[in-house]
T-cell receptor, first 109, second 113 residues
Framework: DAKTTQPTSMDCAEGRAANLPCNHS???????VYWYRQIHSQGPQYIIH???NNETNEMASLIITEDRKSSTLILPHATLRDTAVYYC??????????FGQGTILTVHP | GAGVSQSPRYKVAKRGQDVALRCDPI?????LFWYQQALGQGPEFLTY????????KSGLPSDRFFAERPEGSVSTLKIQRTQQEDSAVYLC???????????FGPGTRLTVT
């Protein structure tokens, strides 16, 4: 069973920041928070991951609360090509991923 | 460079047939994962290899499912006596041993009729 909780769907205007929340209240101390996205008919694509600290890369930022029970993925300037299903995942250090239902993000003009 | 490739991309099997799905990981990637994705669902973990060693097969749904990676590179997922509930997209992913990012292939869509 998936251990994370995400909204089923979200909308975002093109050019604005998309903030995708995730609850992972049962995460254990050695589990990472991963974010992947999946565009229709393609394999999932890695976005970012973190353990305790906030992280940023060229695609997104990841904000993890101090108690590690929730996190937010931020796409700073959403484009139409960011429309996808976004998965927040608790994963082991060797990479076993337990996907949930994900959030369908729709970016509109 | 080349990404993860999977073949065939589409497979139709009659119930009871055996199928073999192939995954070519990115060259040099030590870790290899198989996932099953049913329609409208997120991918579900099946099994994990580190080189040729199958270290985790806890997600394989039954003993009809078998995976191998004999030389630590190409992997094959075999499903014996396919059932309709096996219809899904089978995804393969690979990663370097020391990094967390997994690279997914496009998947094989299996339809059992």
């Amino acid at each position: 069973d998936a251990k994370t909780t995400q909204p089923t769907s979200m909308d975002c205007a093109e050019g604005r920041a998309a903030n995708l929340p995730c609850n992972h209240s049962t995460i254990s101390g050695n589990e990472y928070v991963y974010w992947y996205r999946q565009i229709h008919s393609q394999g999932p694509q890695y976005i970012i991951h973190g353990l305790k600290n906030n992280e940023t890369n060229e695609m997104a930022s990841l904000i993890i609360t101090e108690d590690r029970k929730s996190s937010t993925l931020i796409l700073p300037h959403a484009t139409l090509r960011d429309t996808a299903v976004y998965y927040c995942i608790e994963g082991t250090s060797y990479g076993k991923l337990t996907f949930g239902q994900g959030t369908i993000l729709t970016v509109h003009p | 460079g080349a990404g993860v490739s999977q073949s065939p991309r589409y497979k139709v099997a009659k119930r009871g047939q055996d199928v073999a799905l192939r995954c070519d990981p990115i060259s040099g990637h030590v870790s290899l994962f198989w996932y099953q994705q049913a329609l409208g669902q997120g991918p579900e973990f099946l099994t994990y290899f580190q080189n040729e060693a199958q270290l985790d097969k806890s997600g394989l749904p039954s003993d009809r499912f078998f995976a191998e990676r004999p030389e630590g590179s190409v992997s094959t997922l075999k499903i014996q006596r396919t059932q309709q509930e096996d219809s899904a997209v089978y995804l393969c992913a690979s990663s370097l041993a020391t990094v967390h990012e997994q690279y997914f292939g496009p998947g094989t869509r299996l339809t059992v009729t």
